[in-house]
Structures are given as C-alpha cells and as structure tokens.
C-alpha cells in the first residue's frame, strides 16, 4: 500500500471528505521526539527550524496544516498518518448495534493491532429489515493476510451462526481504492485498535481527496 504520499491530498485543511477534524497525536510525537535524544520539545523545535508557538498549537489540538506538519514529521523521520488523530467522538449510535457486542471483543482479541468498522448499509443508517452486519477489518502496521482473513471470517461465522442477521466480514486492507472511497464517512468505530482506526480514516481521507482533485 503506498499511503505517505496521500497525506498531501489533504491540502492542510481542518476538515476534509469524512467531515473529521484531525490534531496532532501528542504521545507519539513526545515518544518519538524522546527516542530521537531530544531533551525537550523546545529543542526540537530549535533544532528543526520549526517555531516554538506552532508546535505548541499543534501540541494544544489545533488541526493540522500542511507546511509545518508535514514538516515535524520529516524530522521525526514518521509517515503523517502516524501522527495524525481524529479529534470526534467514536460512539455512533446505530439501532440494533447490540448485536454486534458479543463478537466485537472476541475478534479484536485476535489481532491487537486491527481496527473494526461498521460498513454497509447499517453504517449509512438505510438498511432493509434483516439486512446483513457488514464488519470492516483493517490492520496496521501490518496488513491483514488472506489466509489471517479467511480464518477470521470462519471464526465470525461460527460464533454468529445464531444470529438473527449475518455478520459479513471484509478486509479492508485488501480492498479497492473504489471501494474504500464510497464507505460512510466518518467510519463507524466498532472496537479493535483505535491507532489502525486513525490510520484508515487518515488514508481513505487522502484517497478521497486525491480522485476529488483529479
């Protein structure tokens, strides 16, 4: 997946193609600025040509710019995306949700590192009386496998095999650009690791702005 260079579509602006405000993550940046031999902020800023006042907003939740955010992350040595949050509240309320309570906690177990998303007409809020569940599954840094995928997808289908609808699951990260540019936006958080979560919006947010500017 080439996703670093998608950052750039977002052209800076506070709010983009999901609606979704992004700030700067503070923990990774204090990490990584620490792991770099940093002794503080301040000498980052210094050091980097980066003005003190800007890390300081960035730090504070002011939304993402492109001439010196993507900066930070040059000298972080970091892709964009890493860095990036989204500053909405994940708590959709979507009806019958509670379906899905039983086996959002089993699945995210296993695999830390993937994100959950609610996709399909139940995300839009349109669906037919027994439509389907469409679960979304990413993983980052490491993408989901088709083989980890076929096994995950068995293992929903047992524990769901009483249900009075279908779960289907879908890997995301084998997914098409066109695909992931239609699904409802903001994605509907269900469970799993919210740092893959981030990633995913932060990506289809810049494929979204690219075929916008295309």
Same mark, same amino acid.
Request: proline fraction near 6%; hydrophobic fraction near 40%; include cysteine.
């Given at each position: 997946?080439?996703? /670093? ?11 983009? !193609? !999901? ?23 301040? +000498? ?18 002011? !939304? ?8 930070? /992350?040059?000298?972080?040595? $970091?892709?964009?995306? +890493?860095?990036? $949050? ?24 296993k695999n830390k590192k993937m994100a959950i998303v609610l996709i399909g007409s139940r995300a839009f809020g349109n669906p037919k009386k027994y439509s389907d569940w469409d679960v ?37 990260n084998q997914a098409p650009l066109w695909f992931l540019e239609n699904l409802k936006k903001p994605l ?7 740092? !893959? ?15 916008? /500017?295309?």
């Amino acid at each position: 997946m080439q996703i /670093a260079h998608l950052f750039d579509k977002l052209n800076g602006t506070p709010y983009n !193609s !999901s609606g979704m405000k992004y700030r700067l993550d503070p923990v990774k940046f204090k990490k990584r600025v620490s792991e770099l031999g940093y002794q503080s902020i301040l +000498e980052f800023a210094r050091k980097s040509a980066i003005h003190r006042n800007t890390v300081q907003k960035l730090l504070g939740g002011d !939304s993402i710019f492109l001439s010196s955010f993507e900066k930070i /992350a040059e000298k972080l040595e $970091m892709d964009p995306l +890493e860095l990036m $949050m989204p500053t909405v509240k994940l708590d959709p309320s979507i009806p019958n949700l509670d379906e899905l309570e039983s086996i959002v906690p089993l699945l995210s177990r296993k695999n830390k590192k993937m994100a959950i998303v609610l996709i399909g007409s139940r995300a839009f809020g349109n669906p037919k009386k027994y439509s389907d569940w469409d679960v979304g599954i990413f993983g980052h840094p490491q993408p989901i496998s088709g083989m980890e995928y076929l096994a995950l997808k068995r293992f929903v289908e047992e524990k769901t095999e009483n249900h009075v609808r279908q779960v289907d699951l879908v890997n995301l990260n084998q997914a098409p650009l066109w695909f992931l540019e239609n699904l409802k936006k903001p994605l509907v958080f269900l469970g799993g690791n919210k740092e !893959s979560y981030y990633y995913l919006q932060g990506w289809i947010d810049g494929i979204c702005k690219e075929n916008k /500017a295309a």
